[in-house]
């Protein structure tokens, strides 16, 4: 039986994925760089993101540094102004409250996920939450979400990944954990083939729960 549930953040609790990928977009048009969305999207995949487009077209590390900075303060205006819920996340939490104890493992920065969740209501149903800080190697690596194994204390078996993403998938199946995709618009060309469930919303993980 499933008993703990390993969220990722963004792009299954709240829809910034594509946010971050216009934060790059403009970020590289300020240098006369086109930020290509399905290369974006191919790399994202590996882990790698924006910067590889950048380093192709030939910028330098100091200039990618700065636009780096420039891409996080674009972000960080898009977290302020735009809209990021998913409908229905905060009752779909409480709900799998009563059935599996719950974590955030993300790839987000500390400063991005305390700006997200100033004021809503998502992170008081989870035991934990394991941002970008708080281990070594991103996904797809496998560290971020055998470090929320251990935080629980579950055996592999015990537990369910949900993301959005290839990266986030690889992450998982690297880490020997069942994965359900919730649907995104954004990544929906993703290849999700080792995915052990497919899901256009999140109230479908209690059924999951149910019958696993």
């Given at each position: ?18 946010w ?26 590996q ?28 972000y ?30 993300t ?32 996904k ?73």
């Amino acid at each position: 039986m499933k008993k703990y549930l390993l969220f990722d953040h963004d792009g299954v609790l709240v829809d910034t994925e594509l946010w971050y990928y216009r934060a790059g977009e403009r970020a590289l048009a300020d240098i006369g760089v086109a930020l290509d969305k399905d290369r974006y999207l191919r790399d994202m995949s590996q882990g790698v993101g924006t910067w590889a487009q950048a380093r192709a077209a030939g910028v330098d590390e100091p200039t990618i540094d700065r636009q780096r900075a420039v891409r996080n303060d674009y972000y960080q205006e898009y977290l302020r102004t735009e809209a990021i819920e998913i409908e229905g996340v905060v009752e779909t939490l409480a709900e799998l409250s009563k059935h599996a104890r719950m974590a955030i493992v993300t790839t987000a920065k500390r400063v991005d996920f305390d700006l997200i969740h100033a004021e809503r209501q998502i992170k008081q149903f989870m035991d934990f939450v394991l941002v970008r800080e708080d281990y070594q190697l991103a996904k797809p690596h496998p560290e971020p979400y055998l470090t929320g194994l251990q935080r629980f204390g579950a055996a592999k078996e015990e537990a369910l990944v949900v993301e959005d993403s290839s990266r986030g998938l690889n992450s998982a199946v690297a880490a020997g954990i069942d994965c359900a995709i919730v649907h995104n618009e954004f990544t929906k060309a993703h290849d999700f083939a080792q995915a052990s469930y497919r899901i256009e919303r999140l109230s479908e993980l209690t059924d999951i729960l149910r019958a696993t």
